[in-house]
């Protein structure tokens, strides 16, 4: 039996890209996976890397959980749990941590990225927070870990702890593979498909959010940035801002871009946007309304605790393990 290890932070509403890189792979996969469990986790533990308002954090936690839930995952293939109510996931985390070097952490490129735009203030977390993303992974001997373009350093150093605890101590964890989607992986923003779609955009016209009014959504892709071409093709170079829409529209119809691109040979830009436009609605319509029912529902709680549950069988496992691996404790 293999297993898929996953999550997601809490710290701002869903966008269609992140719809389309994570949960939508999350569904498919659990569709196709055959002998495979899921272990999917709200990852509130690596959110406090930054500062947070307590009530906001906890709404964050719950809404996301729904929407995973809203977007189709079955909870009777998938373990949905909070990482922090798994608190294996800490310890193990400062196992990783001691067995892995400073220069390693301080190489990750996101933790250099966010060092230039913070030059001060920078909590310890947010240094070694590879680290926990590891634990999260190696808790589960997870054979197959989703992940975005930006995340492929954080899976090779989790394999390189992996590999190097196993030396050290024997054989303890399963070294991962990832799994990067053939399309979708990335979607840009709307106004500047250089940059990759997110919340953290001051204009709310680059991004859609999952719980975005419809009409809102219509209008953003309406009114996403193109070129002078009259053309629709795919040229990530020359047309970025209709290459981007075109992985859009591939991503939610499960079509090839070629076939993608086929399709829409003839239409004017206005009709693509329209036909993108209305897909993005077909698709997150039904999510919405589903995510009214489960938001504030005492299955929600249910679904959780049932997911911590049987994470956390597995977590006292690995953690006995590893304590008897490396001598710590009593026994």
Same mark, same amino acid.
């Given at each position: 039996?293999?297993? %898929?290890?996953?999550?997601?932070?809490?710290?701002?509403?869903?966008?269609?890209?992140?719809?389309?890189? *994570?949960?939508?792979?999350?569904?498919?996969?659990?569709?196709?996976?055959?002998?495979? +469990?899921?272990?999917?986790?709200?990852?509130?533990?690596?959110?406090?890397?930054?500062?947070?308002?307590?009530?906001? $954090?906890?709404?964050?936690?719950?809404?996301?959980?729904?929407?995973?839930? *809203?977007?189709? %995952?079955?909870? +009777?293939?998938?373990?949905?749990?909070?990482?922090?109510?798994?608190?294996?996931?800490?310890?193990?985390?400062?196992?990783?941590?001691?067995?892995?070097?400073?220069?390693?952490?301080?190489?990750?490129?996101?933790?250099?990225?966010?060092?230039?735009?913070?030059?001060?203030?920078?909590?310890?977390? $947010?240094? @070694?927070?590879?680290?926990?993303?590891?634990?999260?992974?190696?808790?589960?001997?997870?054979?197959?870990?989703?992940?975005? +373009?930006?995340?492929?350093?954080?899976?090779?150093?989790?394999?390189?702890?992996?590999?190097?605890?196993?030396?050290?101590?024997?054989? @303890?964890?399963?070294?991962? +593979?990832?799994?990067?989607?053939?399309?979708? *992986?990335?979607?840009?923003?709307? @106004?500047?498909?250089?940059?990759?779609?997110?919340?953290?955009?001051?204009?709310?016209?680059?991004?859609? $959010?999952?719980?975005?009014?419809?009409?809102?959504?219509?209008?953003?892709?309406?009114?996403?940035?193109?070129?002078?071409?009259?053309?629709?093709?795919?040229?990530?170079?020359?047309?970025?801002?209709?290459?981007? %829409? %075109?992985?859009?529209?591939?991503?939610?119809?499960?079509?090839?871009?070629?076939?993608?691109?086929?399709?829409?040979?003839?239409?004017?830009?206005?009709?693509?946007?329209?036909?993108?436009?209305?897909?993005?609605?077909?698709?997150?319509?039904?999510?919405?309304?589903?995510?009214?029912?489960?938001?504030?529902?005492?299955?929600?709680?249910?679904?959780?605790? $049932?997911?911590?549950?049987?994470?956390?069988?597995?977590?006292?496992?690995?953690?006995?393990?590893?304590?008897?691996?490396?001598?710590?404790?009593?026994?």
């Amino acid at each position: 039996m293999k297993r %898929l290890v996953s999550g997601i932070k809490p710290t701002g509403e869903i966008t269609l890209g992140n719809y389309i890189g *994570a949960l939508k792979q999350f569904v498919d996969l659990q569709n196709t996976l055959k002998d495979t +469990e899921f272990f999917i986790f709200i990852a509130d533990l690596h959110a406090i890397t930054v500062p947070q308002e307590k009530s906001e $954090l906890r709404k964050k936690i719950k809404s996301i959980a729904a929407i995973y839930l *809203a977007c189709g %995952l079955n909870p +009777e293939k998938v373990n949905l749990f909070i990482q922090s109510e798994v608190i294996e996931h800490a310890y193990l985390g400062y196992i990783m941590e001691s067995n892995a070097y400073v220069g390693e952490m301080e190489r990750m490129t996101q933790y250099k990225d966010k060092k230039v735009k913070q030059e001060t203030g920078i909590r310890t977390s $947010l240094l @070694t927070y590879p680290a926990l993303m590891a634990a999260d992974i190696l808790m589960y001997d997870a054979n197959i870990v989703p992940i975005g +373009e930006d995340q492929t350093q954080h899976l090779e150093l989790t394999r390189t702890i992996a590999n190097r605890f196993n030396n050290l101590y024997g054989d @303890t964890f399963i070294v991962p +593979e990832g799994f990067t989607p053939k399309t979708g *992986a990335r979607i840009k923003s709307l @106004t500047d498909p250089s940059k990759k779609m997110s919340k953290t955009e001051d204009n709310p016209k680059s991004y859609v $959010l999952l719980l975005d009014d419809l009409n809102q959504i219509k209008n953003k892709i309406k009114s996403a940035v193109t070129d002078s071409d009259t053309k629709v093709y795919y040229d990530l170079e020359n047309k970025p801002g209709i290459s981007n %829409l %075109l992985t859009i529209y591939a991503s939610l119809k499960d079509l090839s871009i070629k076939d993608t691109e086929n399709l829409f040979k003839d239409s004017s830009y206005k009709e693509f946007k329209e036909s993108v436009a209305d897909v993005v609605v077909e698709v997150i319509k039904p999510i919405q309304e589903k995510y009214k029912t489960l938001i504030n529902s005492k299955e929600l709680d249910d679904i959780l605790t $049932l997911g911590a549950q049987n994470a956390r069988i597995i977590a006292e496992r690995k953690i006995k393990k590893v304590n008897q691996r490396i001598g710590l404790g009593r026994k």
